[in-house]
């Protein structure tokens, strides 16, 4: 399972830790102008989208928040960046600091994120966008995690309430997963919705920034927010040359740029497991001991991440 740690990123505000925050208070969730902006990470496509508040509809009485998607993919395998946009892609709403959200494909209304719970309090996990009905029958149609800490992190002239996340009382993997940490409206960094744990590693590979009409924009990494002028980073894929692949004994990784260097190569399994971490001195990596298979590549050049499909041959 792939986790987006918060360690590492660039904040560009303070988490304060406390138990109490005298400044904070009942907000509206999703509010004028909000905008979530992503990498995106698959085995065969990288790219930036974004999620962003359109507009509100009516549906079965009460009042939703329609949060719209679009994104810019680079396509691996036909060297070509694709555009698509999803008008209305979600349906949230807010109340009494808890956000609820209709799971199409469940036809169910969920608990995305109650803000109201304490330390030691439990979090139900709602399935991930993708899962329907029989999915869930297989796998379950939530999951369980349990508040470890408080914290607030101050934007501007508000405060964020932030929870860190405790999945180990629970007695297996958890199904469905927000990663270690969530924040008050913008969501856990890993992805706005929950990911599936015994799905391929597909969509959010970690927030950029959020921003909206009430709040400075705050940022998670020194990428730029802006997803459409991001897409020219897709340059950095045509610098890397990886063979051979379908790969045997070794794999070559050739940094066509001479201005950047290796800083991590990391193997996943196609479940997102991590199978290896190679030494970044090197351009050739051993594969003969590691068994035949599907495998994902992340290989990061500083703070830039190129994910690529590998394909091990068997002996």
């Not at 196609?270 to 190679?278: A, E, Q, T, V, Y």
Request: net charge negative; aromatic share 16%.
């Amino acid at each position: 399972m792939k986790k987006i740690s918060t360690s590492s990123a660039v904040l560009t505000f303070v988490l304060l830790l406390a138990s109490v925050d005298p400044l904070h208070s009942q907000k509206e969730w999703i509010s004028d102008g909000a905008i979530w902006h992503y990498d995106y990470m698959h085995l065969n496509y990288q790219g930036y989208f974004s999620y962003y508040y359109s507009h509100d509809t009516l549906m079965m009485g009460r009042e939703y928040k329609v949060i719209a998607y679009q994104s810019y993919i680079y396509d691996f395998n036909s060297d070509s960046v694709e555009y698509s946009q999803k008008p209305s892609a979600f349906y949230l709403r807010t109340e009494s600091n808890v956000v609820f959200w209709y799971h199409q494909n469940m036809k169910t209304e969920y608990v995305l994120y109650d803000f109201n719970l304490m330390v030691g309090d439990t979090l139900t996990i709602p399935p991930a966008p993708m899962v329907d009905s029989s999915m869930a029958a297989s796998h379950g149609e939530t999951a369980c995690a349990y508040v470890d800490s408080i914290a607030y992190l101050s934007a501007g002239n508000d405060s964020l309430k932030t929870y860190y996340l405790n999945y180990d009382q629970a007695p297996d993997e958890p199904a469905y997963t927000f990663g270690d940490v969530i924040y008050e409206k913008i969501g856990s960094p890993q992805g706005f919705f929950p990911v599936a744990t015994w799905m391929i590693i597909e969509g959010p590979g970690g927030i950029r920034c959020y921003q909206d009409n009430n709040l400075p924009p705050i940022t998670f990494t020194s990428k730029p927010c802006n997803y459409i002028n991001s897409v020219d980073e897709a340059g950095i894929f045509s610098d890397i040359k990886i063979f051979p692949n379908p790969v045997g004994d070794y794999l070559t990784i050739n940094i066509q740029d001479s201005r950047k260097k290796l800083s991590a190569v990391l193997l996943f399994s196609s479940g997102g497991k991590l199978i290896r971490r190679f030494d970044p001195a090197s351009d050739k990596f051993r594969f003969g001991e590691i068994p035949a298979g599907v495998y994902i590549l992340q290989i990061y050049l500083g703070e830039e991440v190129v994910q690529r499909k590998i394909v091990k041959l068997r002996d």
